[in-house]
């Protein structure tokens, strides 16, 4: 099973969610799940929008690969993700994809340039 790690108050990151951990980020008060896992990717959760659903959370899927990551692309996925419902939960397949994403999400919030926080992410080694 695959780590949730709290990032803060608003967001969470893991890699792929099972069952047993939709039901616990449901318990623990989270209102939306993000998937940025490709269709095609091995391990999915069958039918997730639904399981996810099913429980009263919101579902978004923003699927990209962590080679195709530019500012276009992150503000898009960042402007969804300030419209959903926090806390928010979101994953990938192992923590890469979803880490980055909340790191250069809070870097820009806090004031820094996407390009400084793109090198601070490729300098941790997640892209």
């Given at each position: ?88 939960l979101i ?9 980055t994403i ?26």
């Amino acid at each position: 099973m695959n780590i949730v790690r709290k990032i803060n108050d608003e967001l969470a990151i893991a890699g792929q969610i099972t069952l047993v951990q939709l039901k616990q980020i449901t318990d623990e008060g989270y209102k939306s799940v993000v998937n940025l896992r490709l269709p095609d990717e091995t391990g999915l959760l069958a039918n997730e929008k639904e399981k996810i659903e099913l429980l009263g959370l919101y579902y978004l899927n923003l699927p990209f690969k962590a080679q195709d990551i530019n500012d276009v692309v992150t503000l898009e996925i960042f402007q969804r993700i300030a419209e959903l419902p926090k806390p928010t939960l979101i994953h990938c397949d192992n923590s890469i994809r979803s880490a980055t994403i909340v790191l250069l999400y809070i870097a820009l919030k806090q004031g820094i340039a996407f390009d400084k926080a793109l090198q601070k992410v490729i300098n941790l080694g997640l892209i």
